[in-house]
């Protein structure tokens, strides 16, 4: 199955953009989603197949994929937009997942 | 609202046996695939099992390192899913989290169950 690499973290001052990668052999022949988790409790979706928000998340959330590499992207990261963040995918009977980045936003 | 929630986590032997149950609330699962997803301690997520819906054929799919070990089942006219998790390993450790799967992605969580496997 796919193996799909996200940076370790990324860091992103209030009210700036952050973009995090996601990196796996023709991603972009797939359908992307991506979760956003917080400490100690469960993910929470916040793209869907590679650009669409579910009901909700805010605008600032916002993803495209392409090629080699998926991208979601928060404009204007807030203080709550801490924790880390996960790409998936379905390939060849498989769920796969990104290995995590972690976003500070300070 | 959709509702998940886990029950039946806590501490098992190598070897032993446990079985999860995830209650569905706010709609029927019916026609909904349901998935297992667990998370390690300080880990990332990590796939488990998916079951389609009987409309579907009801068959289940399972990770590499559960397939052979773990059953999931569902009992749509109680609205729950069921995982069973024979013979664990030291590795199964971690909160294991109930998930539908509506459109495509993992849509709804529950707030995840911590299974144990220790001695």
């Known amino acids: 199955s796919s193996e799909l690499t996200q940076p370790l973290s990324v860091s992103v001052a209030p009210g700036q953009t952050a973009t995090i990668p996601c990196g796996g052999h023709?991603?972009?022949?797939?359908?992307v989603h991506w979760y956003h988790q917080r400490p100690g409790q469960a993910p929470v979706l916040v793209i869907y197949?590679?650009?669409q928000r579910p009901s909700g998340i805010p605008e600032r959330f916002s993803g495209s994929n392409s090629g080699n590499t998926a991208t979601l992207t928060i404009s204007g990261a807030q203080a709550g937009d801490d924790g880390d963040y996960y790409c998936?995918?379905?390939?060849?009977?498989?769920?796969?997942f990104g290995t995590g980045t972690t976003v500070t936003v300070l | 609202e959709v509702r998940l929630e886990e029950s039946g986590g806590g501490l098992v032997e190598p070897g032993g046996s446990l079985r999860l149950s995830c209650k569905v609330s706010?709609?029927?699962?019916?026609?909904?695939?349901m998935s297992w997803v667990r998370q390690a301690p300080g880990k990332g997520l990590e796939w488990v099992a998916r079951?389609?819906?009987?409309?579907?054929?009801?068959?289940?799919d399972y990770a590499a390192a559960v397939k052979g070990r773990f059953v999931l089942s569902r009992d749509d006219s109680k609205n729950m899913v069921f995982l069973k998790t024979n013979s664990p390993k030291t590795e199964d450790t971690g909160v294991y989290f109930c998930?539908?799967?509506?459109?495509?992605?993992?849509?709804?969580w529950g707030p995840g169950i911590l299974v144990t496997v220790s001695s």
């Open positions: 079951i389609k819906s009987k409309p579907e054929g009801g068959t289940a």
């Open positions: 998936q995918l379905w390939d060849r009977s498989a769920y796969v």
């Open positions: 998930t539908t799967i509506l459109t495509g992605p993992f849509d709804n």
């Open positions: 023709d991603i972009g022949s797939h359908s």
């Open positions: 706010g709609f029927s699962m019916s026609n909904a695939r």
């Open positions: 197949k590679d650009d």
